[in-house]
């Protein structure tokens, strides 16, 4: 008798881990896979914020960033960026809208490494108004 109380309880702890392997693996799941040379949406739209003229709010605006291999790489993406930061925006409703820098404020390096861009700003960066640095 006492074997066979041995052999039920072994038989509740594979049932047991059998029961936890399927729950896990339930939950494991892959990303839906895309159709041949199509990017996932993330990868292949990017958005430019504008202030509006009373710097009191964003207007999103949707960019092409695709960079040819004639543009230079890095070099390239890093022009688009600059100019999307610096020069005035264009379009029907241009004069509703400001660059993200004001005219006094210069862009003095970017530099992309392991992914991350980063802006070295000139010193009047500093005398900006907060609300428009908050934006």
């Not at 790489?73 to 999307?84: D, H, P, T, W």
């Amino acid at each position: 008798m006492i074997f066979r109380k041995r052999n039920n309880r072994k038989q509740k702890c594979i049932a047991a881990f059998f029961l936890l392997l399927c729950l896990t693996m339930g939950g494991c799941s892959f990303p839906p896979e895309l159709p041949d040379g199509a990017a996932g949406e993330d990868e292949k739209t990017y958005y430019a914020y504008y202030i509006n003229k009373n710097e009191d709010q964003l207007i999103e605006e949707k960019l092409d960033m695709k960079v040819d291999d004639g543009d230079g790489g890095n070099e390239g993406l890093l022009q688009k960026i600059q100019n999307v930061v610096t020069v005035q925006p264009e379009g029907h409703d241009a004069d509703e809208k400001e660059a993200l820098l004001p005219d006094n404020i210069r862009i003095e390096n970017l530099e992309i490494t392991d992914g991350t861009l980063t802006i070295t700003l000139s010193r009047e960066y500093g005398s900006m108004s907060a609300g428009r640095e908050m934006l």
